[in-house]
């Protein structure tokens, strides 16, 4: 509807963050982000929107092969969903300096 309204315009989608795990039976939640996430980039491909991937930032990067994504906290509010102020929103806003300083469409760029 936004390109109906507004053909011009550019439109951008961020993938969802990485949730918190609990409980050792929690490991397949970040699995089900990620497909939520490739089914969001996906709509981006054939919509020609841009799609900034915030999901793998987010998550503990030393992970060993097989284990599940595990966010990395330090980021995150405490026991909560949002970035905090101190170090995530500054992993967004690079993001999203990124995203609207670039001249072309490729939404392979923001990944």
């Not at 491909?45 to 987010?58: L, M, Q």
């Not at 806003?93 to 990124?98: C, L, S």
Request: hydrophobic share 40%.
């Amino acid at each position: 509807k936004v390109q109906d309204t507004f053909p011009s315009a550019s439109v951008y989608f961020q993938s969802l963050l990485p949730l918190p795990l609990k409980h050792a039976k929690d490991s397949i939640t970040n699995e089900r982000v990620r497909g939520m996430n490739r089914i969001i980039f996906n709509e981006c491909v054939f919509r020609r929107f841009y799609y900034i991937d915030a999901f793998y930032p987010f998550t503990r990067y030393n992970r060993g092969w097989g284990e599940p994504f595990t966010r990395f906290d330090r980021l995150f509010e405490s026991k909560g969903i949002h970035p905090n102020p101190e170090r995530g929103l500054g992993v967004l806003a690079r993001f999203y300096i990124r995203a609207l300083h670039s001249k072309f469409f490729d939404p392979m760029v923001f990944q």
